[in-house]
Nanobody
Framework: QVQVVESGGGMVQAGGSLRLSCAASGNSNRAMAWFRRAPGKEREFVGSISQTGGDTDYADSVKGRFSISRLNAKNLVYLQMNNLKPEDTAVYYC?????????????????WGQGTQVTVSS
C-alpha cells in the first residue's frame, strides 16, 4: 500500500508562485502525476513524470508555467507553479501510477492523495 500526501497549497495572487509537494511512502519505482479539479469541473491532467524523472509531460494550459520534478531517494515529487492565473484555482491531486509509464489518463494511476487547495486571486 502506498500512502500519498500532498502539501504546499494555499492562496496566492495572480502572477505569483507556489510549490506543491507530494510524499508517496514506499514508492520510488513508478511514474507519478498531478491532476486538478476546479469548482464545477471534472478532474483534469496537469502533468506527469516518469519513474526516472527523465520524461515529463504537461497539459497545454500549464506548459511553460508549471514544472514537475522528483527526488526518488525521499519518495518526493514536486509541482512548481509559476505565473499563476485565477483559472488555476483548484484542488490539486498527486497520483502514483500502476507502472513506470506515465499517462494523461486518471485510470493509469493507482494511488491518490487527498488533495491540496490552490486559490489564485485576481
Amino acid at each position: 500500500q502506498v500512502q500519498v500526501v500532498e502539501s504546499g497549497g494555499g492562496m496566492v495572487q495572480a502572477g505569483g508562485s507556489l510549490r506543491l509537494s507530494c510524499a508517496a511512502s514506499g514508492n520510488s519505482n513508478r511514474a507519478m502525476a498531478w491532476f486538478r479539479r476546479a469548482p464545477g469541473k471534472e478532474r483534469e491532467f496537469v502533468g506527469s513524470i516518469s519513474q526516472t524523472g527523465g520524461d515529463t509531460d504537461y497539459a497545454d494550459s500549464v506548459k511553460g508555467r508549471f514544472s514537475i520534478s522528483r527526488l526518488n531517494a525521499k519518495n518526493l515529487v514536486y509541482l512548481q507553479m509559476n505565473n499563476l492565473k485565477p483559472e488555476d484555482t483548484a484542488v490539486y491531486y498527486c497520483a502514483v501510477s500502476w507502472s513506470i509509464v506515465p499517462s494523461r489518463l486518471s485510470d493509469g494511476y493507482r494511488y491518490w492523495g487527498q488533495g491540496t487547495q490552490v486559490t489564485v486571486s485576481s
